[in-house]
Nanobody, 116 residues
Framework: VQLQASGGGLVQAGGSLRLSCAAS????????MGWYRQAPGKQRELVAT???????KYADSVKGRFTISRDNAKNTVYLQMNSLKPEDTAVYYC???????????WGQGTQVTVSS
């Protein structure tokens, strides 16, 4: 499975961005897709995940501001980020996990920078 992320950039606090992650390859093996982020000097952390059935999970820090969605026909997962804060600044990584939880795939990171 290959994951191609896009949509990062520079935005002012309070602004919005939408990240996209297109999956290709053995996509039928994938159940959960999601986004993680890593800020400088910090560990990578979960942002949001969505299963193939549409069940979602969010980090407390983004609840009410970020929305994850998935277009199974396009094999793409999106992360709509609203009301961005400087602390959301990080490299965001797309992630996919197989049905048997045996394999995890990562896309290349996309930088999100929120200026105050």
């Amino acid at each position: 499975v290959q994951l191609q992320a896009s949509g990062g950039g520079l935005v002012q606090a309070g602004g919005s961005l939408r990240l996209s992650c297109a999956a290709s390859g053995n996509i039928f093996s994938v159940n959960v897709m999601g986004w993680y982020r890593q800020a400088p000097g910090k560990q990578r952390e979960l942002v949001a995940t969505i299963s193939s059935s549409g069940s979602t999970k969010y980090a407390d820090s983004v609840k009410g501001r970020f929305t994850i969605s998935r277009d199974n026909a396009k094999n793409t997962v999106y992360l709509q980020m609203n009301s961005l804060k400087p602390e959301d600044t990080a490299v965001y990584y797309c992630n996919a996990v197989t049905w048997d939880w045996a394999k995890t795939y990562w896309g290349q990171g996309t930088q999100v920078t929120v200026s105050s």
